[in-house]
Structures are given as structure tokens and as C-alpha cells.
């Protein structure tokens, strides 16, 4: 069965430093994998997706996100955080083929930003 | 020009009775999705509808019936309400197995 991994519950960065979450899974195969951002009482927010292609993908707000495959991991990073970054960030993989796509989600990280 | 909305944002209801989440969207989308996410932040899929047809079905109690009148449209209806079905029910749409894009989330409060 797929699962996704996000090892940080809570994360607190001081602004302008760098940011990496983690997100580790396991899939029978290569899977699709999105990155999204849930702001307090807001819906999710796609911030990048990996389908082929260049295992570096760049999202919105700065985000970037490494897919390596021998790891089974895609990992969330942005150079310099901003005050308004702080929100619940979960990875998410789905398949490649079907009519619909059951994305299995990680248990979230809560990002924090300190001034 | 929101692309998923869902209806109401908000539900405040007593135990045992009957409620209704409406979801739309304007993306142009062949596949509709229900989704819960529990106190924990946890999102777990429940449904999803493909051009009207039932495609995924979770284990979910059979008191969640989702009615998708067009692809447009994905209805969740809840039957005699428990505590336990308090969480944020959100509704997203995607091109087959694309992007999914999700709506802004309607807190069930069950009292």
C-alpha cells in the first residue's frame, strides 16, 4: 500500500533563513508528487507537482522540490522564508494512470516563521 | 472566478440529523473528489466521481451518499450526523489523474 512520510510535525525558521521539509514515500512504482500549502482556515494550494522529466521542479513563492527516486523522496525547499510562508505543508502522491487519481497525503508539517 | 466552491463554508448541526455539503467547479473538469480532513490535520480521500460515474468509494459509513448531478457537481450528503463527523469535508476536481484543485473546505461542527 502507498504511504507518504513527512518526518517534522513543526518546523520554526527564522524569516530570510532557508527551508527544507522533508517527504519520503512508498509507491509500487513511480508515482505523480505535489506539494501542497493549507494557510490557517484556507483550502489547499497546489505549490508545484512532479510528473517527468527534470527531478528539480520549481513551484509558486519561490518553492522548489528535488524527486530522487533511489531515495523515495521530494523534498520541499525555498532560500529564503518569508513571514507570510507560515501554514501546514503536506505532500501528497498519486498514480499515474487512471480516470481518477487517489492521492494518498503525508500527516502535514506546520510550518513556523519567526520575525 | 473561484474555480472549486463549496457550499456553505460553515455547518453547525445537531447529532442525528441530515446534511448536505454542495461542491462546483468551473475548470472544465471530467473528475470530482471528496475529501475529509480529520482534528489532526489528516486528509484521507473518500469519493470520487468520474463524467457522473463512481470511480473510488473508501471505506466510509453508508450514511455519506455523494450524488454528482453533472460533471460540474459533486453533492456530499450525510445522514443522521455522529460526533465523529466533525472535520473540514473539502471538494476538488482534476483532469483525470492531474492536478487535483481543491475548495476552500466546509467545517462540520456535530453537537
Known amino acids: 500500500a502507498q504511504s507518504v512520510t513527512q518526518p517534522d510535525i513543526h518546523i520554526t525558521v527564522s524569516e530570510g533563513a532557508s527551508l527544507e521539509l522533508r517527504c519520503n514515500y512508498s509507491y509500487g512504482a513511480t508515482p505523480y508528487l505535489f506539494w501542497y500549502v493549507q494557510s490557517p482556515g484556507q483550502g489547499l494550494q497546489l505549490l508545484l507537482k512532479y510528473f517527468s522529466g527534470d527531478t528539480l521542479v520549481q513551484g509558486i513563492k519561490g518553492f522548489e522540490a528535488e524527486f530522487k527516486r533511489s531515495q523515495s523522496s521530494f523534498n520541499l525547499r525555498k532560500p529564503s522564508v518569508h513571514w507570510s510562508d507560515a501554514a501546514e505543508y503536506f505532500c501528497?502522491?498519486?498514480?499515474?494512470?487512471?480516470?481518477?487519481?487517489?492521492?494518498?497525503f503525508g500527516t502535514g508539517t506546520r510550518l513556523q516563521v519567526t520575525l | 472566478d473561484t474555480a472549486v466552491s463549496q457550499t456553505p463554508k460553515y455547518l453547525v448541526t445537531q447529532m442525528g440529523n441530515d446534511k448536505s455539503i454542495k461542491c462546483e467547479q468551473n475548470?472544465?473538469?471530467?473528475?470530482m473528489y471528496w475529501y475529509k480532513q480529520d482534528s489532526k490535520k489528516f486528509l484521507k480521500i473518500m469519493f470520487s466521481?468520474?463524467?457522473?460515474?463512481?470511480?473510488i468509494n473508501e471505506t466510509v459509513p453508508n450514511r455519506f451518499s455523494p450524488k454528482s448531478p453533472d460533471k460540474a457537481h459533486l453533492n456530499l450528503h450525510i445522514n443522521s450526523l455522529e460526533l465523529g463527523d466533525s472535520a473540514v469535508y473539502f471538494c476538488a476536481s482534476s483532469q483525470v489523474s492531474d492536478t487535483q484543485y481543491f475548495g476552500p473546505g466546509t467545517r462540520l461542527t456535530v453537537l
Open positions: 501528497a502522491v498519486g498514480p499515474r494512470t487512471g480516470t481518477a487519481s487517489k492521492l494518498t
Open positions: 466521481y468520474n463524467n457522473k460515474e463512481l470511480i
Open positions: 475548470l472544465g473538469h471530467d473528475t
